[in-house]
């Protein structure tokens, strides 16, 4: 008996240790908006979760509809416990002076992830913040955000010819797609530690408008013809946290590319200091069933069998995964 209580105390101690190992990483989708097939923070999460399942040392958390909350005598408050030894997180949702992350008590709690080498990572909308609401953080954390009227967020077939060598781009080949390609990034000063991961050309015709708000067109975005232009990017903090935006992920169809959908993925494992495949991380395809799955309830035309599940309460965590 004794001996038998010694081998499952070992089996235990060692099962704990390997799940004390895991990474842990918290992606929170934003709430409803847009039209149906844009802006499907919801869907789109929970597809790229999926295919992070039984990643070696990875645990993920998605939070849905907007940042963790519960109920606390009567009133909705914040539920941070999820942050706790997150050791990445990555926000796909709107942005702006609304950004669901901006307040200063949300900040506050970024920050101090940050301060202890979590790694933060932005998708689409969730990269623009305001300057002074936000923008020294986005530029600390991940090296750059859109920035209203100076950047600019036409829709247009990005054409992306090469790629850099870097953990993240392991299995990516070039690719194409069209989508609300952000560019002309409020970087920080000299772009200072910041590798560009998306580069594509605008042509003269995308520079020259309209852009989807404001419709534009930009002097300085004109002047700029013939140029190239960053819509992904990454940084490696002195904290020892790493960073990411990527402007794409307007249409939710685009994470049916094989390439982009990778580059999302490795993006996430790099993100939690996890080691990127050589050829990437595996990424089943997704089939137009798939892609139909999970989309948010929107006031036009959205199919029954696509809606969420109404019991999903706001700032609802889904199940972690492995």
């Not at 050309?201 to 960053?230: L, M, N």
Request: aromatic residues 8%.
């Amino acid at each position: 008996m004794k001996l038998r209580s010694f081998l499952i105390a070992a089996l235990t101690l060692g099962t704990s240790l390997l799940h004390a190992a895991d990474r842990k990483l918290v992606m929170i989708a934003g709430p409803v908006s847009h039209p149906p097939l844009m802006h499907e923070f919801r869907a789109g999460s929970m597809l790229l979760q999926k295919r992070l399942e039984g990643f070696p040392g990875l645990k993920t958390v998605l939070i849905t509809n907007g940042w963790p909350t519960k109920i606390v005598e009567g009133k909705r408050v914040d539920d941070n416990s999820v942050f706790e030894g997150a050791d990445a997180v990555f926000i796909y949702s709107d942005g702006g002076a609304n950004h669901l992350a901006v307040r200063p008590e949300r900040l506050a709690v970024l920050g101090a992830l940050a301060k202890k080498g979590a790694g933060i990572g932005m998708a689409h909308y969730a990269v623009e913040v305001l300057a002074d609401k936000g923008g020294a953080e986005w530029k600390e954390w991940i090296g750059g955000h859109y920035e209203t009227a100076f950047s600019c967020n036409p829709i247009w077939d990005a054409d992306y010819k090469e790629l850099p060598v870097h953990p993240v781009t392991r299995g990516v080949k070039p690719f194409r797609t069209k989508d609300e390609w952000y560019f002309n990034m409020r970087f920080r000063d000299g772009k200072a530690g910041v590798k560009d991961l998306l580069v594509a050309t605008p042509s003269d015709a995308v520079r020259d408008g309209p852009y989807v708000s404001p419709k534009g067109p930009y002097a300085h975005i004109q002047a700029a013809k013939g140029r190239a232009e960053t819509t992904m990017w990454a940084v490696e903090r002195p904290d020892g946290g790493r960073g990411f935006g990527f402007t794409g992920g307007h249409f939710h169809k685009n994470w049916q590319n094989d390439d982009q959908r990778r580059l999302i993925l490795n993006s996430l494992v790099w993100l939690a200091k996890l080691e990127v495949p050589k050829g990437g991380v595996d990424s089943a395809p997704v089939d137009d069933v798939e892609i139909m799955q999970n989309l948010d309830e929107k006031k036009i035309n959205v199919p029954k069998a696509a809606a969420p599940k109404k019991e999903e309460a706001k700032g609802a965590a889904a199940p972690a995964t492995k």
